[in-house]
């Protein structure tokens, strides 16, 4: 009995070590390790949203830091530059968000719905904006097709 253990052992042993071995792949940029890390520094990021009556909405973007919500903040709308859209009153710009690494680059992204946003098809289109993610935060966006535009449908409502 004390060879099989100690075989079954050495077998293990053996097993455990031989991953060590094999050689890395070549390196390339890895998904942000947090969705919502928008600057790629290894702390999450906090988004809230806030409205006027003058505008259409916005997000504010406070930066981590190794203890906690940091002094950094950003605020973005739509009449941000780089950022597709005209700030409309009522938009509701960042009353739904999202974040993830969307485009695998390493940094955080944040989806942000103006359910309020009108368009060609009438008030209350909806749209969703993805505001890309950077060394330096949050930056410019790119604005996601309607495929199915129409009056009231409020695109981005249920963004998840």
């Not at 052992?9 to 097993?15: E, N, Q, S």
């Not at 094999?22 to 947090?34: I, N």
């Not at 988004?47 to 830091?65: E, L, P």
């Not at 604005?143 to 695109?155: A, F, I, V």
């Amino acid at each position: 009995m004390p060879n099989r253990t100690t075989a079954t052992l050495a077998t293990f042993l053996v097993a455990g070590l031989i991953p060590l071995a094999v050689p890395a792949a070549a390196a390339s940029a890895a998904p942000a390790k947090h969705g919502d890390d928008f600057n790629g520094d290894g702390y999450r990021d906090y988004v809230y949203a806030s409205f006027s009556a003058k505008g259409g909405g916005g997000v504010t973007v406070v930066y981590g830091t190794a203890t906690g919500p940091g002094t950094t903040h950003k605020r973005i709308t739509q009449s941000s530059a780089g950022v597709p859209g005209t700030d409309e009153a009522d938009d509701m710009f960042g009353e739904v968000r999202a974040a993830a690494d969307f485009d695998g680059d390493g940094y955080g992204d944040l989806a942000v719905a103006a359910n309020g946003e009108n368009g060609s098809h009438g008030a209350d289109q909806g749209a969703v904006t993805i505001l890309w993610g950077s060394a330096s935060g949050l930056s410019t966006g790119t604005t996601l097709p309607n495929k199915n535009p129409g009056r009231n449908n409020y695109m981005g409502k249920d963004l998840a």
